[in-house]
């Protein structure tokens, strides 16, 4: 691997300075943060910059942290650089009230689906995404089952006990 | 759920194409998803597609469940290669748990993982030989796809969701019969494959229905994120098993086959030959179980007793194993904290696991990548303009799995 993790992090330090913060390596993959008003711009500077050259989109998904104040919802973004064999991973945060953030259809054709399906369950709203429409759920849902706020169902629960069919 | 269920699109009426609904139970889609197409005579102007018709939440269901629960839900994406989603998963959870497994758990894995991988794509090539008209060629090799389904049946039980190993190894050891089938089917495949071959590669009205038919560059499909043999067809040599290799891979020899149009004719090429590669892996592979010797060749899981069950008989006369017992089948085991993300070369390509543990005992989000999901955007690209037949033929080999597409 001829690209290291200090290198990619020292090229985005050069470029985008205090923006981009929080660098970690769990099990090696370089992990960080990044505004979410700057999250297309991390992204084209990692796509179109010569040595770096994160031209494939992995993975997209979002989670949810309720008990992050005005940063509940993060979306992530897995990152692959073909040629040198290097994977990375960026969040941005945002909050449930405003979940704004900018689309990644512009660069990858492939995000549009992955952004369907994290608006989908997580309410993302992506700006500028040329079909933002629900994909798996039908279209009538009204809320984001992913959401914590939507426990799954105790197993023990009594109050739903039906006569003939049981649990 | 009120009438505007039926969409009729914009200017329906006095219209000159024609909307066909392909699907979504359609026996030409194999598999519950829906196209909306628009034809002008036969040719396609364009496609829409409708998928999570068998959505079952599995990504919610596994933030109530612990690890070893999960593999179930893995088993039912794509179930046509089921224990390399099973393997993909133990790989991610002994990577979070930084488990290391013996070199005879790896090889055996392999094997299982290869066998899978061949009935895969034994599926999906004499699928499209059943979309291009030919039926013997499917009848035929189905019957040996019945072989390996065997082999899973003498290691773990069953046949198509197979739940086959567990964190850090295997459930019990491969039996001599096990061996035996597998023998059996690296004896009686070849020649089977090789007529199949014969059958298709070089067939006129085969290479005519197919060659030129659905194609993707490999600029275009990178940017739509495929992997797997679709996304070799194109010409890029990306495979998991070479870039990131797991379960010992490297120390397997093989080709990885790309092909340049990335038309159905080079998907069914590239499979093919992957076929073959799959062959070869699984003789090395077995080559390398054998010369294990004394204790070693018996060792078929890791040593961790926090989450790998205790033998029966243990349990019922150890206190320990008891204990363990007790635990792991009630859940009551804390996952580390951690986020990981670990991807195994499925049937169809980047089959990626994203873990986060907040340390709890079950995961706080995990999300599977599906390569079906992923690449089944470009279908509309792939189809456009070209007649309605070519369509059907476009989707079988891209081996689209409902399954997997909707997890």
């Known amino acids: 691997m001829s690209l290291s993790n200090d290198r990619i992090k020292e090229r985005l330090a050069e470029r985008f300075g205090e923006q981009v913060s929080n660098f970690a390596e769990p099990y090696g993959m370089l992990t960080f943060e990044a505004p979410k008003d700057q999250n297309l711009k991390v992204m084209q500077f990692l796509y179109e910059d010569e040595e770096l050259k994160f031209r494939f989109l992995t993975d997209l998904q979002a989670v949810h942290y309720p008990h992050l104040q005005e940063r509940e919802l993060a979306v992530v973004y897995h990152l692959h650089n073909l040629e040198d064999n290097s994977r990375i991973r960026f969040k941005v945060f945002t909050s449930t009230a405003t979940p704004d953030v900018f689309t990644a259809t512009k660069l990858f054709a492939g995000a549009n689906w992955m952004e369907r399906e994290t608006y989908d369950f997580y309410g993302v709203n992506f700006i500028g995404h040329p079909n933002l429409k629900r994909i798996l759920n039908v279209d009538e849902m009204d809320y984001f089952p992913m959401r914590k706020e939507f426990p799954l169902e105790e197993q023990t629960r009594v109050d739903k006990d039906d006569e003939m069919f049981g649990r | 759920m009120s009438d505007h269920h039926i969409n009729l699109p914009e200017g329906s009426i006095g219209k000159q194409t024609t909307t066909l609904n392909l699907g979504p139970t359609h026996p030409a889609t194999h598999g519950v998803f829906q196209n909306v197409l628009e034809l002008d005579g036969e040719r396609i102007v364009s496609a829409d597609s409708t998928i999570g018709y068998i959505h079952r939440a599995f990504e919610k269901i596994a933030e109530r469940r612990p690890l070893y629960q999960i593999t179930t839900l893995t088993d039912r994406l794509n179930y046509c290669s089921s224990p390399i989603n099973n393997m993909g998963w133990h790989l991610t959870c002994e990577k979070l748990l930084g488990v290391k497994t013996p070199k005879r758990v790896d090889y055996l894995r392999i094997i299982i993982m290869e066998l899978a991988r061949i009935s895969d794509h034994l599926i999906c090539n004499s699928i499209v030989g059943v979309d291009a008209g030919a039926y013997t060629g499917f009848l035929y090799l189905m019957q040996y796809r019945e072989l390996i389904y065997e082999i899973y049946e003498e290691v773990c039980g069953s046949r198509l969701t197979t739940n086959i190993g ?63 043999p679709n996304l070799r067809a194109a010409g890029v040599d990306y495979d998991v098993r070479v870039h990131n290799p797991y379960s010992s891979y490297e120390d397997m020899e093989f080709n990885v086959p790309v092909g340049s149009t990335g038309d ?42 926090e989450y790998y069950l205790p033998e029966k008989k243990d349990v019922y006369t150890k206190m320990e194993a008891l204990i363990w ?4 089948i009630m859940g009551e085991i804390d996952i580390p904290p951690g986020e990981v993300y670990m991807s195994v070369e499925g049937g169809n390509g980047e089959l990626g696991f994203y873990l986060i543990s907040d ?9 599977f990548r599906r390569p079906c999901f992923v ?17 059907i033929i476009t989707m079988s080999s891209l081996n689209l799995i409902a399954g997997e597409m909707d997890c």
Request: proline share 4%.
């Open chain 2, 166 to 228: 567990r964190i850090g190894g295997f459930e019990r050891n491969f039996t001599p019969k096990a061996f035996e089938k597998l023998e059996k089917f690296l004896k009686e495949y070849p020649p089977v494959l090789r007529e199949f071959n014969n059958m298709f590669k070089r067939n006129r009205i085969f290479m005519e229905r197919t060659i030129g038919v659905g194609p993707i560059s490999a600029e275009r499909a990178k940017n739509y994120g495929f992997t797997g």
């Open chain 2, 325 to 328: 017992h007790f635990k792991i």
């Open chain 2, 264 to 305: 159905c004719y080079d998907r069914f090429l590239v499979r093919d030959q992957e076929m073959w590669q799959s062959l070869s892996i699984i003789e090395q592979a077995y080559r390398k179980v054998q010369e294990f010797s004394g204790a070693e060749s018996e060792v078929y899981h890791a040593n961790i007793p």
């Open chain 2, 359 to 367: 340390g709890g005992r079950t995961p706080y989000r995990l999300h």
């Open chain 2, 375 to 391: 690449y089944y955007q470009a279908y509309e690209e792939l189809v456009k303009g070209s007649m309605l037949s070519d369509a």
